[in-house]
């Protein structure tokens, strides 16, 4: 059984950093994608940033540059390092997993890697509010 928990979130001020980690169970190595989707207020989920079973690294345009996800499966831990904080970073941030089979399969008739549905599994979220 997959399990995901997030923690890290904080109030921080526009331009600072925080670190997102998501303590994963059930989860081997390759079998699945990893990534981090947020969600503000009044708005739909948004993909952020993805690893897929190759360990290639994927990025949304708005965070591109400025966020870094990376896995440590030694700790069995998915990490988000966020810098250059900005206040529309504000929202619930959620560590999510997917099955490689189903994502590969799923994938070509998807608008795109961050598309909410190919992601079976979700954690509760974490908090993360920007001020200007």
């Known amino acids: 059984q997959v399990q995901l928990a997030e923690s890290g979130g904080d109030s921080v001020q526009a331009g600072g950093s925080l670190t997102l980690s998501c303590v994963t169970s059930?989860?081997?190595?390759?079998?699945?994608?990893m990534g981090w989707f947020r969600q503000a207020p009044g708005k739909e989920r948004e993909g952020v940033a993805a690893i897929d079973s190759r360990g290639r690294l994927i990025y949304a345009d708005s965070v591109s540059g400025r966020f870094a996800i990376s896995r440590d499966n030694a700790k069995n831990t998915l990490l988000l390092q966020m810098n250059a904080l900005r206040p529309e970073d504000t929202a619930m941030y959620y560590c999510?997993?997917?099955?490689?089979?189903?994502?590969?399969?799923?994938?070509?008739?998807?608008?795109?890697?961050?598309?909410?549905?190919?992601?079976?599994?979700w954690g509760q979220g974490t908090q993360v509010t920007v001020s200007s």
């Open positions: 059930g989860v081997t190595d390759r079998s699945y994608y």
């Open positions: 999510v997993a997917g099955d490689s089979l189903q994502i590969g399969l799923l994938l070509p008739s998807a608008p795109s890697l961050f598309t909410p549905e190919l992601w079976d599994y």
